[in-house]
């Protein structure tokens, strides 16, 4: 699950249509929020399946400016992120990332 979030929102990112206008791409599995909820492009469940295990993350384009705000467990099991630094800044303690 780990290497499926970090690989998922990197090929999301080498994919991304317009770097200005969506710095950040996010994959999460659990109950989220954003600041903007009409902020983000081509928004879409994927389903991961390992042996008897399956997990729904749902992953996006997140537009700037916004905030993604996790609401459960943001590890990097459940949680992943691509983003341009200079914009955007990921808060390790609440798994949160604010774009701008």
């Known amino acids: 699950r780990k290497h499926f979030t970090s690989s998922q929102v990197e090929e999301m990112w080498k994919r ?10 996010a994959c999460y599995s659990k109950d989220y929020s954003l600041k903007n909820p009409n902020g983000v492009f081509q928004p879409a469940n994927i389903t991961l399946t390992a042996g ?8 996006m384009f997140v537009e700037a400016p916004n905030q993604f705000y996790t609401w459960g467990d943001g590890g990097s099991l459940n949680v992943g992120f691509a983003y341009d630094p200079t914009r955007c800044s990921f808060e390790h303690d609440t798994a949160d990332l604010t774009c701008n």
């Open 16 to 25: 991304n249509p317009d770097y200005n206008k969506y710095p950040a791409t």
């Open 52 to 59: 008897k295990f399956t997990e729904l993350y749902t992953c």
